[in-house]
């Protein structure tokens, strides 16, 4: 396990071979009813046919879609019918087969932070993630219309990310804290 993402009805976890797992958050609360076996309690997608290990998972500002970031550089955009509909059913969204995309330009290495970008206003576009690696890079893409919006490098292995109120926060392996 890699990488972890909560939504209202699903826990998703980043893990090998680059799998993303989906366990039901009903039975999360009610640990005793998880069974590993049971296809009603979680699900699998595997997101590509290599073996790299899915190291950051987000999901989108409009709780449409699923980005996430592997070992060797991918980000993919997992879209499943419904996952952003309050009222569905979290069974019927283990059942529902996955659309998997691969977004825009690849890291160098690991992909270690995914951050959805918030608007400053309500007319600003709500589609962009921002995204870190050990390339050193920081990226901002535009998940919905798959473009690279901006792309900067900082000659720093990145290792973990943070967003929030309007501010990007990223830590390399040289141990120190960088405020984009």
Known sequence: MYSLAVSKHLLIIGCNEGNLKLLRMSHLYNIHLFNEDDKTSSKVINTSMGSSEIMSVVISGNFKYIIAGTADGNLYKIYIKGFNNPEADDIGLLK??????????????????IQYLEPRNVNDIKTLVITCGVDGTIRVCNYKT?????????HASFVCSSYSNGRLFVGSALG?????
């Open 176 to 180: 120190y804290l960088l405020n984009v």
């Open 96 to 113: 529902t087969e996955p659309i998997i995309s691969t977004l825009c330009d690849y890291h160098v290495g690991a992909v270690t932070g």
């Open 146 to 154: 798959n473009t690279l919006i901006s792309k900067r490098n900082f």
